[in-house]
């Protein structure tokens, strides 16, 4: 979604600031701009509707600044045009701001403003920010940003540039991140540590309703109240954010299948330990005295993560016996949900910046809950909210289409899972074979990768076809869904995902002659059942694309396409049965000719509501 750059420095602040931009660019946008304070003070901007490359055409001629903004917009208030993308300016070319968020009560904002005379040059909510700014400045930069702040109601990440002040750039937040990278003689500001990544290692954090002052020799931080903190410095690890490096792969969505070996096995690292059929998560601060005590758990997340949630919540259930279930976060936190005392909520997110699952989690929060986060992005919001949890591990995963995130949150889960079952009734040996199933897990997941079978057949079959159905039972429902969500995202070819049982209840009336049914059906206790749902199925004319486990011939010879996986215990299939669809959606994004890693509409990290 949104992101934000600023710099500060000797370098020309706009190379720097469109580098920045370009490695913001997998979070999703529709139209980029850039603000920089040229030598004779004066502010010079330039946007442009289209990828970042479109505008570095554009800054051709860019003063030789050295202190500047940039921002990429995902539209919310207004189409996609040049004058809705940011930066916004005031009416007197004195003030620039980039925005990330919502402001709520812009209307309000926004008709006194003109009743007071003001000229609106965009349809966005956030143009009302430099105009109030320039009513409320008097020659304090941090006092009109602070004046303006309070009349704001919404959501904001935003970096203030005054043509006046060629030193300083003065940034806030409230629910949208911001991290301040400091450098030699030189400071960064963005809204993703990845834009950053490459300058420093040390960054400090912005934390709600905190306004910095950011200037070439670091940051001043204060809350908006007028207290004031120390800036606490933080090292943020390589590994977290590695260079985003297609390393010969032509897209990041295949690269990131393909590390998925690496990237579980990242996970599990450090954190099975087999003699004693038990496994080790410091993060949650919780002895088996603390995780016996728990006795329900809420799996919160949205999308991918709430899929992940979803296989998480039938581990808990059925190895640890602990009662479980995965909410959609966007829905939970609006209904007033009751929290109880002896619950553990689990945020599950990749980027950690998700609005929905950010507000679920401060609803537990406020209702005196328990809350950990399963979280990738290290020193993210929901990490820092939650202050307890697993990070995954996945390393970053830049394509929108989440992969190797999905495969390391089910593994996260299922470590834990292995945890709270020790301490409830799950014997040494079952413990101890379930680490080892754990532990063999990547070269199963290589294996599978290795020799994907005929993937380019069944996207043959999809992309021809009006609809596709995914079904599955237990805990291949959520990789059903999880299998249909990719296709849609990545290849916009229409498609749902049922419980396999519960197709003859609607769905069945969508089948006619040759229409393509995924059916997940890997030797688990449902197999035999999921048999005759796939007879039900092609006794209607479906062409059936079925996932089995290898060595299974009877579906092999059922399916009118048979893709076989490797064996897993029921538990851990959806980290080998997932991987075909994964390649599924590539493969037809492909075909179709769709932008993969950067599917029209969406966002990485969706930060609004
Ligand atoms: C996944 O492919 C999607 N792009 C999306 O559903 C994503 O999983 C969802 O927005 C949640 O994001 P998070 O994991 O960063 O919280």
Redesign the pocket.
């Known amino acids: 979604m949104c992101g934000i750059v600023g710099y500060i420095g000797s370098d020309l602040a706009c190379e720097r600031l469109i580098e920045g931009l370009r490695r913001l660019e997998y979070r999703g946008y529709d139209s980029a701009g850039v603000a920089l304070i040229d030598p004779q003070g004066d502010l010079w901007a330039r946007k442009r509707v289209g990828r970042v490359a479109e505008l570095d055409d554009a800054v051709f001629d860019a003063p030789e600044a050295q202190i500047g903004i940039a921002h990429t917009r995902w539209a919310t208030h207004g189409g996609i045009t040049e004058p809705n993308a940011h930066p916004h300016l005031d009416a007197t070319r004195q003030i620039a701001v980039v925005h990330n968020g919502i402001i709520e009560n812009m209307h309000a904002l926004r008709q006194q403003l003109e009743s007071e005379g003001v000229h609106f040059r965009s349809e966005t909510d956030t143009e009302v920010l430099p105009h109030l700014i320039r009513k409320f400045y008097r020659g304090d930069p941090v006092a009109a940003v602070r004046a303006t702040l309070r009349l704001v109601r919404g959501t904001y990440g935003i970096a203030v540039l005054f043509a006046d002040h060629p030193d300083r750039i003065v940034a806030a937040r409230l629910g949208s991140p911001l991290v301040v990278g400091l450098g030699e003689g030189e400071t960064v500001l963005a809204s993703d540590p990845q834009a950053i990544i490459e300058l420093t290692r040390r960054v400090v954090y912005l934390d709600d309703r905190e306004i910095a002052v950011i200037s070439r020799d670091g940051v001043k931080v204060e809350r908006l109240d007028g207290r004031t903190r120390d800036a606490d410095i933080t090292l943020i690890d390589d590994e977290a954010y590695g260079v985003a490096d297609l390393q010969g792969f032509p897209h990041f969505m295949l690269k990131e299948i393909h590390e998925q070996p690496e990237s579980i096995q990242r996970c599990l690292r450090g954190r099975i330990q087999g003699e004693e059929g038990n496994a080790k998560l410091g993060g949650f601060q919780m002895d088996p005295r603390a995780l016996v005590r728990i006795e329900r758990v809420i799996a919160l ?5 709430y899929h992940a949630g979803m296989v998480g919540a039938m581990a808990l259930e059925s190895l640890a016996r602990v009662p479980a279930r995965a909410e959609v976060a966007s829905e939970f936190r609006y209904r007033n949900p009751i929290i109880p005392r002896d619950a553990l909520f689990l945020a ?7 609005m929905d ?1 950010l507000g679920a989690v401060q609803e537990v929060l406020v209702k005196g809950g328990h809350v950990a986060g399963v979280v990738n992005v290290v020193g993210s919001t929901i990490a820092r909210t939650t202050g307890k949890g697993v990070y995954v591990h996945s390393g970053p995963e830049i394509a ?3 992969t190797k ?1 999905f495969t390391s949150q089910v593994t996260a889960l299922m470590v834990f899972t292995l945890m709270v079952a020790r301490t409830r009734n799950l014997s040494l040996d079952a413990g101890r074979q379930m680490a080892r199933a754990l532990e063999e897990l990547p070269a199963k997941v290589h294996a599978y990768l290795r020799d994907p079978g005929p993937i380019q057949v069944a996207v043959e079959a999809v992309t021809e076809a009006p609809y596709v159905l995914f079904l599955g039972r237990g805990f291949s429902y959520p990789v059903a869904l999880e299998g249909a ?2 296709l849609k ?1 990545i290849a916009y070819i229409p498609c749902e995902a049922y419980p396999s049982g519960e197709m003859k209840h609607g769905p069945i009336a969508m089948i006619d002659q040759g229409a393509p049914v995924l059916f997940l059906a890997p030797a688990d206790q449902h197999r035999d059942k999921n048999i005759s749902n796939l007879k039900e199925v092609q006794a209607r004319g479906a062409r059936l694309i079925v996932v089995h486990t290898e060595g299974d011939d009877e579906l092999a010879e059922l399916a009118d396409l048979s893709i076989p996986v490797p064996a897993v215990p029921d538990y851990l299939s959806p980290l080998i049965t997932v991987l075909p669809l994964q390649l599924l959606a590539y493969h037809a994004g492909l075909a179709l000719g769709r932008d993969v890693d950067k599917p029209r509409n ?1 966002a ?3 930060t609004v509501e």
Not at 301 to 305: A, V
Not at 348 to 354: A, D, L
């Open positions: 997340g949205c999308g991918t993560s599950v997110s990749q980027s950690g910046e998700t699952t929108v289409a989440s995130a969500l990719k995202e969406l990485k990290s969706v």
